[in-house]
């Protein structure tokens, strides 16, 4: 059974830091693409960063420069180092998984305030 399960969200002040993490478990982890996505309310998932089984990273516009996802094969987690945080940051935080199926989390709340 495949299992991503996300952690880290809350609730930070404009300008503020969170880290997000996301364990997987029953899946050869180190051959998925791992990426986070997020949903704001009353709009559509939006893709926030990737990350490839050799490290290589891809991110959205919104959020280059400021976020910085990385992985840790060894314990099968990804990771979502989010800084400078801004209030249209606010969503929830979906962490996926790809390889010949997707795989999702549950999501993870993340609320920034002005």
């Known amino acids: 059974q495949v299992q991503l399960v996300e952690s880290g969200g809350g609730l930070v002040q404009a300008g503020g830091s969170l880290k997000l993490s996301c364990a997987a478990s029953?899946?050869?982890?180190?051959?998925?693409?791992m990426g986070w996505y997020r949903q704001a309310p009353g709009k559509q998932s939006e893709l926030v960063a990737t990350i490839s089984s050799r490290g290589t990273t891809n991110y959205a516009d919104a959020v280059q420069g400021r976020f910085t996802v990385s992985r840790d094969n060894e314990k099968n987690t990804v990771y979502l180092q989010m800084n400078s945080l801004k209030p249209e940051d606010t969503a929830v935080y979906y962490c996926n998984a790809n390889l010949f199926h997707d795989y999702w989390g549950q999501g993870t709340q993340v609320t920034v305030s002005s």
């Open positions: 029953g899946i050869i982890f180190r051959l998925h693409v």
